[in-house]
């Protein structure tokens, strides 16, 4: 699936600006993984939000909490193959990607992060679903995904990786807010982590 550059910029608007719901719900009513079924709710305006402890009606079952079962067997070594051809077909270099799933998730595909991300690169339950994927926790549409976003934040921020590692780490609008990378040790930790493999890797 292939998304206009107006398209996603239209689209991630919204996600970012107006689904501060289900990013809050996530944050504040995560419960460990007993209770970690992910629900979604679309608003009057068009906005998706997200959450896994739903009030109230009309909310429909995202992703149901399920022992993780992948459809393919990976190992490590198996992930470096996709990584290096999602990577390209996007364009962009591989062990940029490589080093986001390495800090994201050390290569766990099972990896959920108190905020609700999923598997490899972590993603969102909002951007899962913008990026059009089935299953989150399945490693080749989670490399897809979280690889196609960051593409998205590549040409958002002109190339310039620092900012794109950031946004995808911290949120556009934190990267818009101050233009650059945002004072927060976490994201500025992440930035410094990836960079490194990534550079390290093209010695």
């Known amino acids: 699936m292939k998304f206009s550059g107006h398209r996603l910029r239209y689209m991630f ?3 970012f600006a107006g689904c501060l719901c289900g990013v809050l719900s996530i944050l504040v009513l995560y419960v460990p993984p007993a209770a970690a ?16 402890r739903p009030t109230g009606k009309s909310w429909d079952v995202y992703l149901k ?8 067997k990976y ?13 390209l077909s996007e364009g ?7 080093g986001i799933v390495q800090v994201e998730s050390q290569f766990n595909p099972r990896a959920r992060s108190p905020k609700g991300a999923m598997g490899l690169m972590q993603l969102m339950p909002q951007t899962a679903s913008l990026m059009g994927i089935r299953d ?7 490399i897809t995904a979280g690889t196609r976003y960051f593409s998205y934040l590549m040409k958002r921020y002109q ?33 410094k982590n990836v960079l490194a493999i990534f550079n390290g890797g093209r010695k």
């Not at 079924?37 to 896994?52: A, E, Q, S, V």
């Not at 909490?65 to 393919?72: L, N």
């Not at 962009?92 to 490589?98: A, H, S, T, V, Y």
């Not at 990267?175 to 990378?181: A, E, K, M, P, T």
């Open 65 to 72: 909490e399920r022992t993780y079962e992948p459809r393919h």
């Open 92 to 98: 962009i270099d591989p062990q940029l990607i490589r």
């Open 159 to 191: 190339g310039d990786i620092s900012k794109a590692l950031a946004a995808y780490n911290a949120g556009p609008g934190a990267v818009d807010s101050y233009d650059g990378i945002p004072p927060y040790q976490e994201t500025r930790e992440y930035v």
């Open 37 to 52: 079924d992910i629900y979604m709710k679309r608003l009057p305006d068009g906005t998706m939000c997200f959450t896994n």
């Open 136 to 142: 989150p926790w399945d490693p080749h549409e989670n």
């Open 13 to 15: 608007r919204a996600i």
């Open 75 to 87: 190992t490590k070594t198996d992930y470096d193959g996709l990584i290096r051809q999602i990577a």
